[in-house]
């Protein structure tokens, strides 16, 4: 959806019912008949709109399916740093880029900063430029956990102003206050959909916040990767799902804590 989002029931994404699953595997079944190539295959069930090609082995109990808030959260929180990393990057010149440690430019106060509040992620930076060199628009080979995230959601401000404070161009500057507004959102919407215990204000204080986090994304950074695309349609919607059927909140389907190394 290039035009953003509303909160709530104005949202224009729905999640598959049972019985639209069984009606495009149907049509899957019928069109592989006719022994086509499994591109063409492919093909026709995008055209239905759908990635269903088999009838679910589960039946009904597919739509039981909630999505597991932890990954969520910390595929968006690395998808965040992203940003902001891509952006000191940018905002610092070719010979910064050379000697990226240096205090004086924006990209060298922005890894040490993260070397002193985001302390695993700051080693790993470290030693991926150290090894590789610093180049614009490269990803970052970074994994999440959970206390890496819990890290950024409590010193993304330092962050963002260390940025806005590298440059005075207008639409530069805009860009960066959209960033700290979207870290705003982005907290309080992984907070609220790890919580066990949640009420009808909180469901739509995040249906809300999951929103403006989308909406942030398209309109300021315009780049909707599938973290954003999860958080910002699907966790808010089956947060209210769990609330409906169970009385709790999404955090009641959280993998935090509960993995075997744990």
């Not at 239905?48 to 932890?70: A, C, D, K, R, T």
């Not at 990767?225 to 409906?244: D, Q």
Request: proline residues 3%; hydrophobic residues 40%.
């Amino acid at each position: 959806n290039r035009h953003g989002i509303l909160p709530g029931q104005f949202s224009r994404w729905k999640a598959w019912g049972y019985k639209q699953r069984l009606t495009v595997a149907t049509k899957v079944s019928e069109y592989k008949k006719q022994g086509l190539s499994r591109g063409k295959t492919t093909e026709f069930i995008a055209k239905l709109n759908s990635q269903q090609e088999f009838v679910p082995l589960i039946g009904e109990y597919v739509n039981n399916f909630l999505v597991e808030p932890l990954r969520v959260k910390n595929n968006a929180m690395k998808e965040y740093f992203q940003v902001l990393f891509d952006e000191a990057v940018n905002l610092s010149s070719v010979a910064d880029l050379k000697n990226p440690w240096g205090l004086e430019s924006c990209v060298g106060q922005f890894l040490a900063c993260v070397k002193s509040s985001i302390g695993r992620v700051g080693v790993k930076l470290e030693r991926m430029i150290n090894h590789q060199g610093l180049t614009k628009g490269k990803p970052l080979e970074l994994r999440f956990t959970g206390e890496d995230s819990f890290k950024l959601a409590k010193s993304f401000p330092s962050l963002t102003t260390i940025l806005a404070n590298a440059t005075k161009e207008p639409n530069k500057l805009l860009r960066v206050h959209a960033m700290h507004e979207l870290g705003i959102h982005l907290v309080n919407a992984c907070a609220w959909i790890s919580s066990v215990h949640i009420s009808e204000e909180t469901l739509a204080q995040l249906e809300q916040a999951c929103a403006v986090y989308y909406n942030l994304h398209l309109f300021y950074l315009d780049r909707l990767p599938l973290c954003v695309w999860t958080l910002g349609y699907v966790a808010p919607m089956h947060a209210r799902l769990a609330w409906e059927r169970f009385g709790c909140g999404l955090g009641i389907n959280s993998a935090q804590g509960r993995e075997s190394k744990h």
